[in-house]
């Protein structure tokens, strides 16, 4: 029985109505790595903000290798060893890598006392983790991945025993993960224990020794990992059987609807995120884009809905040319018929202080039946949003309610109602899923495939590997920007996989 | 240990806050007012009653209220775009060239009905082409809009004092003004509207451009929440990701709202200028565009709440303009402090009192939820 | 040789003009690198003159006045530290209520205590600041043509808050570069989630960098009003609050720049008063206003060129939340 690392004891907290940790027990053994897994909104953040130092907990205790813990902030985690490394980098992008890990530890008040110091301290964790990085590069110009490292390193330099991931691996190829999970090896080897949070089955599986499973703030159950499954996990997570296959028909795919050829699109910075890309998107078929986030598929999206302007190349909309490289007009596109749930709902599909209704029209308030002579008709317009709500089930059923007061998956449900209600010939879909529950999933997931057999011509996007096998006819993979291969459904993961990564292509070549 | 919860009703939201962040604002005024030696107290009822209690009082707060509506529908206007246009004040100085330029010209040879539409026009091309280089800065340039404003104030009041000593001036005329205008140039007065009420308006300058101010109140409140352009504006406002999604350009937005902010400021001149003065002078704007900002923040916004807050600080100043007399240390400026202070508490303060409030609404649910007895 | 004594004139003035800008923006530089925008530097700044030169009036010594200036820039600082950073407010309402606040207060108390419609009494030389500190050898170096004339008659005889300002540059620029305030600072200013989960107080420093920043304005006021003139009168900064911060804005937030955008500045003013009524060939005579505006429509020519270069702190003006 090798002791604990942490024990957390009856760990209670709300935010105002939301529940979001209901007496948690969880104890996790040194030199292992534990899993935490979970659905978006399960309250797994909550318990890690907890852990360091972020928020309060209402009630409970927390233990640190056998010792009641009293964390009031991250300084308070620090001092009793533990180590995070968030899902969104908290690095300091123009600042160098040293600097950033120096932030916090400089040892000394004038800098230049402690950088020689913190430079062989540095090398020493390199060697020790077989981590390399350069010391001075500015981590805007690293690859996430080694920015990942910069992030571990930091925990280690301020003396982590315990070191939690949250979502490590939303941003890496799988080849990048493979790598990461070495170095968790390594961690364990020398002692460290790790607690790793993900949504990702698959992950839980390879690498952890035990698994805690949250469900609606609770832990659910704690299995050792060996002695599980994926369905007895993907069962005890949503609390029913799931079905992780969506039933669908064969496609009938039609006449060629979005075209577009030889695609160069240049992001805000000047770098090259879509490389010459070419591709048809039918009617009646779903076309998906598989590929880790940041690879170009966002950039894609926003040339053909007309948001971004392309350097080169054309998008042709129902045979007609859309001006790719010239002037873009989202809205002139939608009259056309096409269609965009984009990645970011709360950023761009969504205005969350508008009513729901509000919300309804976005994009598509200059329609007529909207109002006329500049001016809008509300009575017609929250009409018109009633109806929505009860064919997609949007709850709570009220249309001037803020947008900000609907779940996720609400919000998402508002957002397909309102482009795919519009009969569109082509519709474009980014994370369609991301931040939504399984029931409403389901839900989406179906009602894309209805789109289908209808004749709509989907381009569907998506970072989760499964969605896009679940429901797209033919898959292309999309890596540094092009597309790197087309598989059917059917393919292996693993082959797939390799193309996301960009290995296939380079054995290609080698031959 | 988290706090009780609760989640605030509209009226709470709307009305109880921002009223307990004024009564604040005004307390700490009261204080200042203590501080310069004088009687708060007195000094609110002198403010009142100098306000309130006469015909020609009421008649002077509305006057005042109607520069403050323009100045406010325009601050908000802008808001709602989420731009700070802290320029009014020059915009209205040069929406004064727009409204003279009518009335020098036509006073003698048009009816005042029809000067008046031409100093509306005037008064709001010149407006909002002084909004428009800042405008056009932000969109373009990216050019802060806060500094640019600033800047084109202090422009300004170079320009309309060279206006005005090299322009306006009649020959052999000492006063850096114009002269005085013709019969065309004078906006009638509002007595017969007081009289309804009993009142006499005796020399105050509350004129019919007041009824412009609530006309362009209504008009506001259609082109934010009923309009295309103002859900485009609104849009913008909250979310400029969503404005790019949705295929609305950021730049002719920025671009229109100033325009039409700085049209708005150029409508105060005419209140001045043919309402009372009846001509161009000096200092017709006097600090009428910064209270737009008060006025707006106070307001949220929303033009109900500008008319509101308008007359509010017409009030303030037609009762600030009595106390002088009383008390001479607390002059005008009395008022900018008030509106510094207002504009603290309603706008970067405004959360300050929610916790309490919050507090206050969770225990008296608790309460009233045990009271009744549950099952 | 009179040429020889208006160029000297307006080097001088330039330099004296600049004192209170090179500081002011100074001021905006810490609060603006920690990630809090100042818009109420003008306040602060006419605020500082009048408490400085109150206290100077009442007490008769120009470092109480210094002192008190300091305080009263340093109390409006915490207002606005607690109106942005506490309570997440907006931070350009909140300087902007503090500059109105400045500008109306400073009259009412004024006329309260001194009765003299806003300004303060006029001071006697001993309670301002002391102008004319010789650089060594000043006197032995005179008669050298040319060199000896600038050291003493250009670099020679400022007060020493002048040399105070200039000094503070590359002493700013050493804090915010070699030592770990500066660093945590500057990270603060680019991403504050960085720093709080680096254990440091997000609020501390912010606040420390406001602080910071409130007692060089303090320090920018009272020169305004015990050094260049005797007193205090009613909206003596002018809007130099404002073109400091144009100046910061323009120095793309670093301290080496802001030596030269304001010696610009300064430059401006002084060629002004140099040259107001002149006549220019061609031009003729140039009206007083052109002179009054210039500065300010400088300043928006400026924004406006330069602003594709401008690299502000990644997260000037947005309050920090902690993400849940």
């Excluded at chain 3, 500057?186 to 989630?193: D, K, L, M, Q």
Aim: hydrophobic share 50%; with cysteine.
């Amino acid at each position: 029985m090798s002791e604990l690392a942490i024990e957390l004891k009856g760990i209670d907290k709300s935010f105002g109505p939301v529940h979001a940790n209901k007496n948690i027990d969880l104890k996790v053994r040194k030199g292992t790595i534990h899993g935490i897994i979970g659905e978006n909104g399960a309250g797994k953040s909550t318990l890690m903000s907890i852990l360091y130092g972020f928020y309060q907990a209402d009630k409970g205790d927390i233990h640190i290798g056998g010792t009641k813990a009293n964390i009031k902030d991250p300084s308070g985690a620090i001092a009793s060893g533990i180590g995070m490394v968030h899902q969104h980098f908290m690095l300091v992008e123009n600042f160098t890598v040293l600097e950033n890990v120096m932030l916090g530890a400089e040892d000394s008040p004038i800098l230049n006392k402690g950088i020689a110091k913190a430079r062989n301290e540095l090398k020493r964790l390199e060697d020790e983790y077989e981590m390399e990085v350069d010391p001075d590069a500015l981590i805007e110009e690293l690859p996430v991945g080694i920015q990942q490292r910069v992030e571990i390193l930091k925990a280690l330099f301020r003396g982590a025993e315990i070191l939690i991931l949250d979502e490590p691996t939303g941003v890496l190829t799988p080849a990048e993960a493979d790598h990461l999970f070495r170095i968790l090896g390594q961690l364990k080897a020398q002692g460290k224990t790790v607690i790793f949070i993900t949504h990702k089955l698959r992950e839980i599986m390879a690498i952890t020794d035990e698994v805690s499973v949250m469900r609606r703030g609770e832990i659910v159950a704690t299995r050792e990992t060996a002695k599980t499954s994926v369905e007895e996990l993907a069962e005890l997570m949503v609390g029913r059987r799931v079905l992780l296959r969506v039933e669908k028909g064969e496609a009938k795919p039609e006449g060629v609807k979005l075209a577009v050829r030889n695609l160069t699109v240049k992001d805000s910075r000047g770098v090259t995120m879509v490389d010459n890309v070419s591709f048809d998107v039918r009617a009646g078929e779903i076309v998906g884009i598989a590929g880790v986030a940041g690879n170009g598929q966002s950039e894609l999206l926003e040339a053909i809905s007309g948001m971004r302007r392309a350097v080169s190349g054309s998008v042709e909309l129902n045979g007609e040319d859309t001006d790719a490289t010239g002037h873009r007009d989202p809205a002139g596109l939608r009259k056309r018929g096409l269609a965009h749930v984009p990645e970011d709902r709360h950023h761009m599909g969504l205005v969350l202080k508008f009513e729901e209704s509000e919300n309804s029209i976005l994009g598509y308030h200059d329609d007529p039946k909207y109002g006329r002579a500049g001016l809008l008709n509300v009575d017609a317009i929250r009409a018109d949003a009633q109806a929505k709500i009860e064919q997609y089930d949007i709850r709570p059923p009220n249309p001037r309610l803020k947008t900000a007061n609907f779940s996720g998956g609400n919000q998402q449900k508002i957002v397909l109602a309102r482009e795919m209600e519009r009969d569109p010939i082509v519709l474009i879909i980014g994370q369609p899923t991301r931040g939504v529950d399984v029931g409403a999933i389901e839900f989406i997931h179906r009602r894309i495939i209805e789109m289908r057999d209808a004749g709509k011509a989907i381009l569907l996007v998506s970072v989760e590997l499964d969605e896009i096998r679940s429901l797209a006819d033919r898959i292309l993979v999309m890596f540094a920007g092009r597309v790197v291969g087309e598989r059917s459904p059917e393919t292996p993961e693993g082959e797939i996989g390799l193309l996301m990564a960009g290995v296939e292509q380079k054995l290609e070549a080698a031959e | 240990m988290s706090a009780p919860f609760a989640k605030l009703p509209n009226w709470a939201e709307y009305g109880l806050i921002p009223v307990i962040n004024l009564v604040v604002a005004f307390l700490i005024s009261g204080l200042v007012v203590l501080f310069a030696g004088e009687n708060p107290f007195k000094a609110a009822y002198l403010m009142v009653s100098g306000a309130f209690g006469s015909g020609e009082g009421i008649g002077y707060t509305l006057y005042y209220a109607t520069n403050f509506i323009f100045a406010g529908l325009a601050v908000a206007v802008a808001f709602h775009a989420g731009l700070f246009n802290i320029g009014v004040e020059g915009q209205a100085y040069v929406g004064g060239i727009g409204v003279a330029a009518a009335a020098l010209t036509f006073d003698a040879t048009l009816p005042w009905y029809l000067v008046f539409v031409l100093a509306v026009i005037g008064g709001a091309i010149m407006g909002a082409l002084w909004a428009l280089i800042p405008a056009w800065l932000q969109a373009y340039r990216g050019s802060h809009i806060v500094i640019t404003t600033i800047m084109f104030n202090y422009i300004s009041y170079a320009l309309m004092l060279w206006m005005l000593i090299n322009v306006y001036k009649p020959l052999g005329s000492m006063a850096p003004q114009s002269r005085t205008f013709g019969p065309g140039g004078e906006v009638p007065k509002l007595d017969w509207l007081l009289a309804i009420f009993g009142l006499d308006n005796r020399n105050s300058p509350f004129n019919l451009t007041f009824l412009l101010a609530l006309l362009a109140a209504f008009l506001v409140w259609v082109l934010i929440w009923r309009s295309r352009l103002g859900y485009e504006i609104r849009t913008l406002g909250f979310s400029a990701g969503a404005a790019r999604y949705a295929g609305i350009y950021e730049k002719r937005i920025t671009i229109i709202t100033m325009l039409i902010s700085g049209g708005l400021a150029g409508l105060l001149a005419i209140n001045s200028i043919m309402g009372d003065q009846h001509r161009i002078q000096q200092e017709f704007v006097s600090g009428a565009g910064f209270v737009g900002i008060a006025v707006a923040l106070m307001g949220r916004s929303h033009p109900i709440g500008i008319v509101l807050a308008s007359i509010l600080f017409g009030m303030l100043y037609q009762g600030g303009a009595e106390i002088a007399f009383d008390m001479p240390n607390i002059s005008r400026d009395m008022i900018v402090v008030i509106q510094g202070l207002v504009i603290l508490f309603a706008g970067a303060l405004e959360h300050l009192f929610r916790p309490w409030v919050v507090e206050a609404f969770a225990r008296a649910r608790l309460r009233s939820a045990t009271g009744t007895g549950g099952a | 040789m009179g040429n020889v004594d208006l160029y000297v004139s307006i080097i001088q003035g330039t330099i004296r003009n600049s004192v209170p800008l090179i500081l002011t923006a100074l001021a905006g530089l810490y609060a603006e690198r920690s990630g809090v925008v100042d818009i109420g530097l003008e306040g602060k700044l006419l605020a500082a003159a009048f408490a400085g030169a109150s206290a100077a009036a009442f007490t008769g010594s120009a470092t109480l006045g210094l002192v008190a200036a300091v305080l009263c820039a340093v109390a409006f600082s915490a207002v606005h530290g607690y109106a942005s950073i506490s309570q997440r407010g907006d931070q350009i309402v909140s300087g902007t209520a503090l500059n109105f606040i400045a500008i109306g207060g400073t009259v009412i108390i004024g006329q309260a205590w001194f009765n003299m419609a806003g300004r303060t009494p006029s001071l006697p030389p001993e309670a301002k600041f002391a102008s004319d500190w010789g650089l060594p050898f000043n006197q032995a170096l005179a008669g050298i043509p040319v060199l000896g004339d600038i050291y003493s008659r250009i670099l020679s005889g400022h007060y020493w808050l002048t040399y105070f300002a200039y000094a503070l540059i590359p002493i700013t620029w050493w804090i915010l570069y070699r030592t770990r305030f500066g660093l945590r600072l500057r990270a603060v200013g680019e991403n504050p989630g960085a720093v709080d989960t680096a254990g440091i107080s997000v609020v501390r420093l912010r606040y420390q960098a406001v602080l910071l920043g409130g007692v060089f304005v303090g320090l920018a006021g009272a020169f305004l009003s015990m050094a260049v003139s005797s007193g205090f009168t009613k909206g003596m900064s002018a809007g130099k609050g404002y073109i400091a911060l144009a100046a910061l804005v323009f120095a793309n937030w670093k301290p080496k720049n802001i030596l030269f955008t304001c010696l610009l500045f300064g430059f401006l003013d002084a060629l002004s008063i140099a040259y107001q009524g002149a006549s220019i060939p061609l031009i003729g005579q140039i009206p007083v206003q052109v002179w009054t505006a210039l500065p300010y429509v400088l300043t928006v020519v400026l924004l406006a060129g330069f602003i594709g270069k401008a690299n502000p702190p990644k997260a000037a003006g947005t309050p920090y939340v902690k993400e849940r």
